[in-house]
């Protein structure tokens, strides 16, 4: 068997956009000739499949799955909002995410190697890109970990569009965890506690506020109480535990958790396409395009 040099594989993939695994298997297929790994690549519909990637999927649904200790969330991306309705989309997400929590891979290189009905995750995205007609990217995913005496708690929002993974020491249930997994959908705090806050963050809501006092006209020694209450109103809005319980705002969610013998030790929350640049849709420019055909 020929010898497949790395810079053989990147120059495949800058061709036809496949995978750097597909790019390597069509390589030792056809013995390093590269004009019949392409056709090779065609032939299996894997280049076709790469002709989708450049379009932009910012649509898609998240999914968690929970195995013992373990627990891990993702995201699949799709082109509309249609798509990540179809049911063979669902599944996927959901068996990626499955596959993801049974065997941890340290990075999205590992998680596209993982095994799915026996093909690859990045196989199987290739496959479904093939049969729905749109590009699909599995954008990313986090591991959490509990022990014994903890729980998970998953919540989805909006069929997927808002995906919660919330993990509680001290505590096995599942019911408070999943409380909490919705009051952060619904919520969005940035941090678990206060102390996490990064330092910059801090510094620069500060100088915020001192400015905004400033501008108020107050005394200086009057400015300074003004800024450490202003302080205190932000650090514990963006603080999970110091929220409100969105279900019952008489307590905060920290309270809320001491109540079951638990506290809040992490969480992670996914929205699709957050961060991410979406397609503009300009019907009449489409239509005019039509018109000039």
Known sequence: MAKISAKLVKELRDMTGVGMMDAKRALE????????????????????????ADRIAAEGIT????????????????????????????????????????NKPASMEEAMALE?????????????????????????????????????????????????VTVIEGSTDEEVARDVAMHVAAINPQYVHRDQVPADVIEHEKSIQTEKALNEGKPENIVEKMITGRMNRFLAEMSLTEQPFVKDPDVTVAKYVEN??????????????????????????????????
């Open 29 to 52: 297929h056809v013995e390093g000739d590269i004009d019949r790994a392409v056709d090779h690549l065609r032939e299996k519909g894997l280049a076709s499949a790469a002709k989708k």
């Open 63 to 102: 999914a968690s799955y929970a195995d013992g200790n373990t627990a891990a969330i993702i995201e699949l991306n799709s082109e509309t909002d249609f798509v990540a309705k179809n049911e063979q989309f669902q599944t996927l997400a959901e068996n990626i995410a499955k596959v993801v929590a049974e």
């Open 116 to 164: 799915i009905d026996g093909q690859t995750v990045e196989h199987a995205i290739a496959d479904a890109i093939n049969v729905i007609g749109e590009n699909i990217s599995f954008r990313r995913f986090e591991i959490l970990t509990k022990e014994d005496g903890d729980a998970f708690g998953e919540y989805v929002h909006m069929g997927g569009r808002i995906g919660v």
């Open 260 to 293: 079951v013998g638990g506290n809040v030790k992490e969480f992670v929350r996914f929205e699709v396409g957050e961060g991410m640049e979406r397609r503009e849709e300009d019907f009449a420019a489409e239509v005019a395009k039509e018109m000039r055909k």
